[in-house]
């Protein structure tokens, strides 16, 4: 009896010694994995026929073309998408299979919509429903990905959760919802320049949050 107590304080001990803390996501010495964008939840508000060099925008190519084109920008364009330098690190770890399972997932892919009421649809509740069914593929310690919620052509503005996680627990240590410009030249372009800016954001207010 006295052995078995002994094994599950030890348990205990190592599990906590590995969970993470909010305190986590602005300790320098806490190493941080990206694991990218996620668009599961993504509306489109307007019509994408004005990107006349992009072509026919489906919702098949949304899916296949755009999500993985912006969620490689982080990997290939480091030093403009710089995660390590947002976070206050000298260097993260990548992880985007997690993100790119997630976006593949979706079957019958519908993320077109009229109703300016979408721009807005998701809450702190349901990005922590989220993260609870999330697949981290066997990642560890904490993590970080936004959860892309909208974007709107008539706002010409995008909106996403940025959420750090503890990918072992599944549990949401911080989420802020960010609204962010677009612009640029190109419908890739254009929608990309939200997400750098929401990086630098977060960067600029992380301790106040």
């Known amino acids: 009896m006295k052995k ?57 190519a949304m899916r296949d073309r755009y999500f993985p084109g912006w969620n490689d920008l982080f990997v290939k364009e480091q030093k403009k998408y710089d995660v390590a330098k947002a976070t206050n690190r000298a260097d993260v770890k990548y992880a985007t299979n997690v993100t790119e399972k997630a976006n593949n997932s979706i079957k019958n892919p519908s993320f077109f919509t009229d109703d300016a009421n979408a721009y807005t649809h998701l809450t702190e509740q349901q990005v922590n429903d989220l993260v609870r069914k999330y697949d981290f593929q066997g990642n560890k310690g904490l993590g970080l990905l936004f959860f892309v919620e909208s974007m709107s052509k008539g706002k010409e503005e995008a909106a996403m959760w940025v959420t750090f996680v503890d990918m072992g627990s599944k549990k949401v240590l911080l989420t802020k919802r960010l609204t962010e410009k677009s612009g640029g030249f190109g419908f890739r372009n254009y929608w990309a320049k939200t997400f750098n800016m929401a990086l630098k954001d977060m960067g600029n207010d992380l301790k106040k949050w």
């Open 4 to 60: 078995l107590v002994l094994s599950l304080m030890a348990l205990m001990i190592g599990a906590a010694a590995w969970a993470q803390s909010k305190a986590d996501i602005t300790d320098p010495s806490k190493e941080l994995t990206w694991l990218g964008l996620d668009f599961t939840q993504l509306k489109f508000i307007g019509d994408a026929a004005q990107w006349k060099d992009a072509g026919e925008i489906t919702n098949g």
